[in-house]
């Protein structure tokens, strides 16, 4: 959750730099991030952790490594890796590119235990999103397995709203729904056999469906031309067959976020 809340401040001032700023070939921007939240998606413990961010773009490219290190003429909502602009209108964006999934592994946390790792993959990622009046915004987006680790298809359908709260103060809230398809939730959420075996976790099997809700809000602070500061929070819920996992300890969790950046 902490990648959706860290880029919520992004995306609610991507069209004002995009009216303020006249358009050039280039953009980028560094910064690190620092996080709070649930050590994987269901998980009852806890865990931290501060990485540094980057950002670039060259006409339509863009390579990102988070939301929030998003620069001027990319999708700020889009989250990292690399992308191409297929459409963008002042209202209508549509963009396609791949960005890393670094998967779960067994010892992030003791819950996890005899599970194994979920592989680490790369995604192919669609995404849509449209303007409507008023800063609300619709946005979809689907990640397939680009690299076939047997992790499947997931994505979210989000309506969000961006609010200017005073000069060089932005805030951004979403709603977001998250669902995965059969592969993708049985690798999550599902127990096989040989897993049950390792474990003491029951036999699990999961099928497609949604599979969380949350809601997340941002602000972001100008602090000069070039520096900025960022943060934001978030909520979400388990749902469906992953809300019912044996794995699924605390279905309902937060998470937190700050950090700073510097856009050239």
């Known amino acids: 959750m902490a990648g959706t809340i860290a880029g919520a401040w992004a995306q609610a001032v991507e069209e004002t730099r995009r009216e303020q700023r006249p358009p050039r070939a280039w953009d980028a921007s560094v910064g690190f991030i620092a996080s709070h939240g649930a050590a994987y998606a269901g998980s009852a413990r806890r865990s931290s952790q501060i990485t540094p961010g980057l950002g670039l773009r060259w006409g339509r490219f863009s390579l990102v490594s988070r939301s929030a290190f998003s620069v001027r003429g990319s999708d700020a909502a889009a989250g990292g890796g690399l992308r191409v602009e297929l459409a963008d209108g002042e209202r209508l964006r549509v963009g396609l590119g791949l960005r890393g999934d670094s998967g779960r592994q067994e010892s992030d946390s003791p819950e996890l235990r005899g599970l194994g790792d979920v592989r680490r993959t790369v995604r192919l990622r669609l995404s849509v999103s449209y303007r409507l009046d ?49 592969r993708h939730m049985q690798a ?64 309902t969790s937060w998470a937190l976020s700050a950090g700073l950046v510097y856009r050239f």
């Open 134 to 182: 008023d800063g609300w915004r619709l946005r979809a987006s689907a990640l397939a397995d680009a690299l076939g680790r047997g992790t499947g298809l997931l994505g979210d359908v989000q309506v969000s709203r961006d609010f200017a709260l005073a000069e060089n103060l932005n805030a951004n809230a979403a709603l977001v729904l998250g669902f995965s398809d059969r």
């Open 188 to 251: 999550t959420y599902g127990i096989t056999p040989e897993q049950a075996q390792r474990s003491g976790y029951p036999v699990t099997t999961a099928s497609a469906g949604l599979r969380e809700i949350s809601a997340n809000f941002g602000l972001r602070r100008g602090l000069s031309k070039h520096w900025a500061v960022f943060g934001g929070g978030g909520v979400s819920r388990l749902v469906g067959q992953a809300a019912r996992s044996p794995i699924s300890f605390q279905t």
